[in-house]
Nanobody, 121 residues
Framework: QVQLVESGGGLAQNGGSLTLSCAAS????????MGWSRQAPGKQREMVAT???????NYIDSVKGRFTISRDIAKNTVYLQMNSLNPEDTGVYYC???????????????WGQGTQVTVSS
């Protein structure tokens, strides 16, 4: 069974930094795209950043220049470096990976359990 485990969330001050990580384990043949989404209380979930199999990256406008997504293929891990944090970045962050299992030949999307990020004013 494929699982994604997130870590790195916590409390940061306004202007501070946090780094999130998400590691996949299980019967993995290959991983295609990866990404991070977040959901603030009372708001819809939004995709924050994505990285493709060719290392092309995309960000939502509100985090451009502040967040950096990267990955370590050998470790089946995706990271989100968050700088210049502000209270609007507060929310639960979820990682996503498109994974081909050893049992098949199509990619399926898997999600992490979520990690809380809180930014004080």
């Amino acid at each position: 069974q494929v699982q994604l485990v997130e870590s790195g969330g916590g409390l940061a001050q306004n202007g501070g930094s946090l780094t999130l990580s998400c590691a996949a384990s299980g019967s993995i043949s290959s991983i295609n795209g990866m990404g991070w989404s977040r959901q603030a209380p009372g708001k819809q979930r939004e995709m924050v950043a994505t990285i493709s199999s060719g290392d092309d990256v995309n960000y939502i406008d509100s985090v451009k220049g502040r967040f950096t997504i990267s990955r370590d293929i050998a470790k089946n891990t995706v990271y989100l470096q968050m700088n210049s944090l502000n209270p609007e970045d507060t929310g639960v962050y979820y990682c996503k990976m498109s994974i081909r299992g050893t049992w098949g030949f199509v990619f399926l999307d898997y999600w992490g359990q979520g990690t809380q990020v809180t930014v004080s004013s």
